[in-house]
Nanobody, 120 residues
C-alpha cells in the first residue's frame, strides 16, 4: 500500500509560480509512473503531466505545456510539479498519483489533493 501526500498548494496571482510536491511512503515508486491530475469545480479530473518510471520521460497536456514541469526524485520517492505563468483557469484541486509497477499510466494510488487558486 502506497500513501501519497501532496504539499505546496496555495493562492497566487496570475503570472505567479507554485511548486507542488508529492511524497510517497509504504512502497517503492522507482518502478511506477507518476503523474499529476487536477479537478476544477464542475469538471472531471484530468491528467496534466506524467513522468515514466523507465526513462523519466515527461508528458504534458496542451493546457499546461510550456508552463509546467514535472520531475521525480526516486531517492526521495517524490514527484514535483513546478508551475509557472499561472492563469486563473489553473485553479483546481491537484492530485498526484502513481501507477502499478512496470505499467504505463495504470494509475493505482492517489493523494488527498491540494488546492491551487489563481486570482486575476
Amino acid at each position: 500500500q502506497v500513501q501519497l501526500v501532496e504539499s505546496g498548494g496555495g493562492s497566487v496571482q496570475a503570472g505567479g509560480s507554485l511548486r507542488l510536491a508529492c511524497a510517497a511512503s509504504g512502497g517503492l515508486v522507482s518502478r511506477r509512473d507518476m503523474g499529476w491530475f487536477r479537478q476544477a469545480p464542475g469538471k472531471e479530473r484530468a491528467l496534466i503531466a506524467d513522468i515514466t518510471w523507465r526513462s523519466s520521460i515527461p508528458t504534458y497536456s496542451d493546457s499546461v505545456k510550456g508552463r509546467f514541469t514535472i520531475s521525480r526524485d526516486n531517492a526521495k520517492s517524490t514527484v514535483y510539479l513546478q508551475m509557472n505563468g499561472l492563469k486563473p483557469e489553473d485553479t483546481a484541486v491537484y492530485y498526484c498519483s502513481v501507477g502499478r509497477p512496470f505499467s504505463t499510466a495504470a494509475w493505482e494510488y492517489w493523494g488527498q489533493g491540494t488546492q491551487v487558486t489563481v486570482s486575476s
